[in-house]
């Protein structure tokens, strides 16, 4: 498989959903019983990108992304539960957290998403200063909506 311009994820939708329905693995599977596996693949992750770090091989390259897919993989596989859970076409938790991952990166860093035209990139104490105040608000809102955090 080549270089893409864009990712395949209708078709990776549509894989995991047969996976549900025809593979007697993938079936009987639930969120708790795939902790496990989202655990060990993102430790497998961890080591990869250590091994990358050290020694960044065209083999050590490789492994880095496969084991990105393994970990897409678990979000991909919750993902289609929750979606059977709420009764919602698969797809639809996926595109909520994706949706949702590119508000909280334009809400959570507003100096890199600016409309000053300029490639003048903010200084690391602004941004981590500007990134605490946010990630405070957005835990005092938590807090106020249920109470409970």
């Known amino acids: 498989m080549g270089e893409r311009d864009e990712p395949g994820l209708q078709a990776v939708i549509e894989a995991m959903a047969t996976l549900r329905r025809r593979c007697p693995w993938s079936s009987r599977q639930d969120h708790q019983s795939l902790e496990k596996y989202a655990r060990e693949e993102t430790n497998e992750l961890i080591v990869a990108l250590e091994d990358f770090a050290t020694e960044p091989t065209a083999e050590n390259r490789a492994a880095v992304v496969d084991e990105l897919g393994d970990v897409f993989y678990q979000v991909l596989f919750h993902s289609a539960l929750l979606d059977e859970s709420s009764g919602r076409d698969y797809g639809h ?20 998403f600016t409309d000053d035209p300029g490639d003048e990139m903010a200084s690391l104490e602004d941004v981590e200063r500007e990134y605490r105040r946010i990630k405070a608000e957005e835990k005092a809102a938590a807090r106020g909506e249920d109470g409970s955090r």
């Open 93 to 112: 938790s996926l595109g909520a957290i994706i949706d949702g991952l590119e508000a909280k990166l334009i809400r959570r860093h507003p100096l890199a």
